[in-house]
């Protein structure tokens, strides 16, 4: 049980004053506000969401292995404190924003207002329940770092700057205190996070198998994220040779990018947008 206090505090000392690390570089004039704009954009930003949402767990984890009497149990009852400590120092820290903050904490809130069009109690519940979803996010940012990558190279698929989708700005936005601010730096990264992984794997989809579902009903719902779906791809009553006729014909030969073509080039790594194969 004293373990499970020394990491509790620990872990709560850390979260909070690596929070208020991040509120002082706006204190340390121009090179201050430099190193904040980086840390608010891939790669830096994976860093600094890894320290705030899985070092605890790792660090729990850690604990557990270093203990003599370790048990799966005891191992549960660790984990479970690294949550109880990201919670803690979270509603620590919104609270501390919001005292320094006066005039935006009694002015018009998101929280507020919703919490008068669901109830206090549903609203909050509901949003800390999202919370959940922060390991299937950071799962996807993992396959766009691992998982991707190779295929740049071994089939050509289009190369992404992370940093132009995975960021956050909305710290910037005026108004935004306590709860409000940290839930939308959450949606923040985590729009950025999942339009990043839609975009790649509209590449995976379009190179390898454009052919459109069976159902109407799925191809309707998934056009809006797959627009090739209604842009190109071969009806399901068609024939394997339309298939390939069509890969040949929409993707370059070597050399060439194989980019989803439903859609003006984007931008690349380099910065400067690709040709698009033509049809």
């Known amino acids: 049980m004293a373990t499970h206090a020394y990491l509790l505090l620990a872990l709560l000392a850390a979260i909070l004053l690596g929070a208020g690390s991040l509120h002082a570089l706006a204190r340390l004039g121009a090179p201050g506000r430099a190193l904040a704009d980086q840390l608010a954009r891939a790669p830096l930003l994976d860093l600094v969401v890894f320290f705030f949402t899985i070092a605890p767990a790792i660090t729990a984890g850690a604990v557990w292995r270093l203990r003599d009497d370790r048990g799966v149990l005891d191992l549960f009852s660790a984990l479970g404190v690294s949550i109880f400590a990201q919670a803690l120092s979270l509603v620590i820290w919104s609270r501390l924003h919001e005292l320094a903050h006066p005039e935006a904490r009694r002015g018009p809130r998101i929280v507020s207002t919703l919490n008068t069009r669901v109830g206090r109690a549903r609203n909050h519940i509901a949003v800390w329940w999202t919370a959940m979803a922060v ?21 050509r698929l289009p190369r992404y700057r992370s940093r132009d989708w995975v960021n956050v700005s909305r710290q910037k936005f005026t108004g935004l205190v306590g ?39 799925k191809c309707e719902n998934c056009s809006i994220d797959f627009p090739d779906v209604g842009n190109g791809w071969v009806d399901a009553s068609g024939s394997i040779a339309d298939v390939a006729s069509l890969i040949g014909a929409k993707y370059p030969g070597p050399g060439g990018v194989n980019s989803w073509y439903g859609h003006p080039a984007r931008l690349t790594i380099e910065g400067k947008p690709r040709a698009k194969a033509q049809d």
């Open 179 to 217: 709860y409000d601010l940290i839930w939308c730096l959450y949606c923040d990264w985590m729009t950025g996070v999942w339009s990043l992984g839609s975009e790649m794997l509209r590449n995976v989809e379009s190179f390898w198998c454009p052919i459109r579902f069976a159902s109407p009903e």
């Open 135 to 155: 390991p299937i996010f950071t799962a996807v940012r993992l396959g766009e770092l691992i998982v991707y990558p190779p295929l740049t190279w071994l089939v």
